[in-house]
């Protein structure tokens, strides 16, 4: 099935600082969304960007789609920005629900 | 908040025994899918319904088993529960037979003691 691999596993910011979070896929996608678990456990849609680029206050993704990556860009971090980020996709040659990536871990210190 | 809703938000119970988690879907969305998540495991797919019919199939457990009623909420019944079952579960749902963009609920944690 589809591989999804998310750099960095974790990642330490202080406040205000930027990052980007990369997800690498293997196969051609249908789908792919981003996801924000926060430290109580909620999955919150971030984004649904199975190709080209959203903007949403200060986050923002773009995939490439036909180089099967997609990033996702947290500006001027912010404590709440903490928990960890999911990259899912589902993949085009096949019936599959969405695969998760085994995300990224952002701790964001004031 | 996602229109998904997820009911219990917090179970415990003891080895053996069975629960069902209940999930009612955005208005309007057909498809309804569990998800797994242990702390080993992440986030893994159990198993999706459209409109009242199992579409495809995860990594769920023989005891474990599911449905999608006529007016499209859906339960999970785990039985025979062991220790290993202690987890998140999510349920998500979408508009179309095909993934789409999944909504997901804010999840049931299951800790069997």
């Known amino acids: 099935g589809i591989q999804v691999e998310q750099s960095p596993p974790d990642l330490i910011l202080q406040e205000g600082a930027n990052s980007t979070l990369r997800c690498n896929f293997s196969?051609?996608?249908?789908?792919l969304q981003w996801f924000h678990q926060n430290p109580w456990g909620q999955l919150i849609n971030l984004f649904y960007?199975?190709?080209g680029t959203k903007q949403n206050g200060r986050l923002s993704a773009t995939t490439v789609a036909t180089e099967r990556y997609s990033l996702l860009y947290i500006s001027s971090s912010q404590t709440t920005d903490s928990g960890v980020y999911f990259c899912a996709v589902d993949s085009r040659s096949g019936n599959t629900p969405l695969v998760f990536g085994k995300g990224t871990r952002l701790s964001v210190i004031a | 908040d996602s229109g998904v809703t997820q009911t219990p938000k917090h179970l415990i119970t003891a080895t053996g025994q069975r629960v069902t988690l209940r999930c009612s879907p955005r208005s309007g969305d057909l498809s309804v899918y569990w998800y797994q998540q242990s702390l080993d495991q992440g986030l893994q797919f159990l198993i999706q319904y459209y409109n009242g019919e199992e579409r495809a199939k995860g990594n769920i457990l023989e005891r474990f088993s599911a449905q999608q009623f006529p007016d499209l909420h859906s339960e999970l019944n785990l039985s025979s529960l062991e220790l290993g079952d202690s987890a998140l579960y999510f349920c998500?749902?979408?508009?179309?037979?095909?993934?789409?963009?999944?909504?997901f609920g804010e999840g049931s944690r299951l800790t069997v003691l």
């Open positions: 196969d051609s996608v249908n789908n």
């Open positions: 960007i199975p190709s």
């Open positions: 998500a749902s979408s508009a179309s037979r095909n993934t789409g963009e999944l909504f």
